[in-house]
């Protein structure tokens, strides 16, 4: 695992190359309709505008998602019911797993997409752009706070997840964030049977090994590999993780 993060030293890429491929967020016709997502040119902050491991992370659920949420990932053994997305920015991921419960699945799941409180009315705008509001609701998370009770595990004799998927994309980026992010990470899976984490990453400073190198005490974290457009974002230096809490209650 750790030959993940070798080879990157070298590459300091200050800024990000942002998705500017907005005309097609069908995703080559895996989405229909297609998402609609207003940016606010960096507005709000760095989560005004699409990411490009948002696109990988939609790339991959749609793939792996034919006839339930990730049933092809997980070969149809688990459901998830609540979705909790970090870090959304303009909600491109959460609103794409939305979109496919809305119009194909209908299991009833329910996403949260989450930011700062600056970013929560653009969410709102993308939620209602794409008339989703059944399916996703947009709430302030600040990472690094108490979790609230819509998110927290569950208390009793053992703490039970309270969500069951937890998507994040591009939300390593920020090296004073670092501690805030895993801090949320470590409270969503401080219960028995923690949410699955999915991570899309691209790799842009040397810091950024530090929070591989710390949340890998208490998370496993394996490089998903199985999908079709793997080596065009591997070009791209966009990757896609699992996060497995080794040590639960
Ligand atoms: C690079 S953007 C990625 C946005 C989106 N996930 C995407 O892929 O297009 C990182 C996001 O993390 C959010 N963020 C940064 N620090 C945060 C914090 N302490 N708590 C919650 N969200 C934070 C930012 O507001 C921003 O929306």
Not at 169 to 190: G, H
Not at 206 to 224: C, G, P, Q, T, Y
Request: a negative charge.
């Amino acid at each position: 695992m750790d030959t993940i993060f070798g080879g990157f030293e070298d590459l300091v890429v200050p800024r990000a190359t942002e998705h500017l491929g907005q005309t097609d967020l069908s995703f080559g016709g895996k989405l229909l309709p297609a998402l609609k997502i207003c940016e606010d040119g960096g507005e709000s902050g760095c989560g005004g505008k699409v990411w490009i491991a948002g696109e990988l992370l939609c790339e991959y659920i749609l793939e792996k998602s034919l006839h339930h949420l990730l049933s092809e990932a997980t070969h149809g053994r688990r459901q998830f019911k609540k979705v909790l997305e970090l870090g959304s920015g303009t909600g491109l991921v959460g609103l794409c797993v939305g979109l496919l419960e809305k119009n194909t699945f209908h299991d009833g799941s329910k996403v949260y997409v989450t930011d700062i409180d600056k970013l929560v009315p653009l969410l709102e705008r993308n939620i209602e752009l794409d008339k989703v509001q059944y399916e996703v609701l947009a709430r302030e998370l600040w990472w690094g706070e108490p979790l609230s009770v819509d998110f927290s595990p569950q208390e009793g004799d053992l703490q039970t997840n309270n969500v069951d998927l937890v998507l994040a994309a591009d939300c390593v980026y920020l090296e004073k964030a670092f501690p805030l992010l895993e801090r949320t990470l470590l409270d969503l899976t401080n219960c028995i049977s923690p949410p699955v984490i999915l991570m899309a990453y691209k790799k842009r400073r040397k810091a950024d090994k530090h929070f591989f190198s710390k949340i890998k005490r208490n998370f496993d974290v394996l490089e998903i590999t199985d999908f079709s457009k793997f080596d065009h974002y591997l070009k791209q230096r966009t990757h896609l993780f699992q996060l497995i809490r080794k040590h639960t209650v």
